[in-house]
Antibody, heavy 120, light 107 residues
Framework: QGQLRESGPGLVKPSETLSLTCTVS????????MTWIRQTPEKGLECLGN???????KYSPSLKSRVTISADTSKTQFSLRLRSVTAADTAVYYC??????????????WGRGTLVTVSS | EIVLTQSPATLSLSPGERATLSCRAS??????LGWYQQRPGQAPRLLIY???NRATGIPARFSGSGSGTDFTLTISSLEPEDFAIYYC?????????FGQGTRVEIK
């Protein structure tokens, strides 16, 4: 089956925009939604938002004003943009699939994750 | 907001022993709870969904139980690769939320 891989800058300056891409490789995959999840030692695992197959999006209320998730037309690349970052946004960022074979909002396929550090 | 509390924070056991991990919700969540395993340097892996259903490819030594506010993940006989961190995850509300994790370490 396909795999997910996150990519993007590992270092972002405070107040700037964090931009990451999740790329599907190894074959196409079906999905109900693709979700961005981040992990920090302090807050643990946190869902940022997702994009459904029809292109609609849903964001965490706590981050809604700063987050944008999008997908390319082929649905093989999914992007995360997080604006006005601070040190609290330092985390490992994952993209994860909400698979069609499970009930809503379980994540059955994850990327390896990418560490983003916010620092000047 | 529903809070998930996992206990214990750390479980020290030997290979072959039985592991019992707990996840408690601050209010009833029916069966809308899952479990993930995270090994060092890896992403979480879905083990159990909706309290008691094993995900595809998950060995039978992993089982889940519970409903309402109290849930349990049981590993019947620990294999070396089972020493990891385990998270519960709630899907009854958006956004899905995770517990803080239980580390299962080698005694």
């Amino acid at each position: 089956q396909g795999q997910l891989r996150e990519s993007g800058p590992g270092l972002v300056k405070p107040s700037e925009t964090l931009s990451l891409t999740c790329t599907v490789s190894g074959g196409s995959i079906s999905f109900y939604s693709m979700t961005w999840i981040r992990q920090t030692p302090e807050k643990g695992l946190e869902c940022l938002g997702n994009i459904y197959y029809d292109g609609s999006t849903k964001y965490s209320p706590s981050l809604k004003s700063r987050v944008t998730i999008s997908a390319d037309t082929s649905k093989t690349q999914f992007s995360l943009r997080l604006r006005s970052v601070t040190a609290a946004d330092t985390a490992v960022y994952y993209c994860a699939r909400e698979g069609e074979n499970y009930p809503r909002w379980y994540f059955d396929l994850w990327g390896r994750g990418t560490l983003v550090t916010v620092s000047s | 907001e529903i809070v998930l509390t996992q206990s214990p924070a750390t479980l020290s056991l030997s290979p072959g022993e039985r592991a019992t991990l707990s996840c408690r919700a601050s209010q009833s969540v029916s069966i809308y709870l899952g479990w993930y395993q995270q090994r060092p340097g890896q992403a979480p892996r879905l083990l159990i969904y909706d309290a008691s259903n094993r995900a595809t490819g998950i060995p039978a030594r992993f089982s889940g139980s519970g409903s309402g506010t109290d849930f349990t993940l049981t590993i019947s006989s620990l294999e070396p690769e089972d020493f990891a961190i385990y998270y519960c995850q709630l899907r009854s509300n958006w956004p899905p939320t995770f517990g803080q994790g239980t580390r299962v370490e080698i005694k």
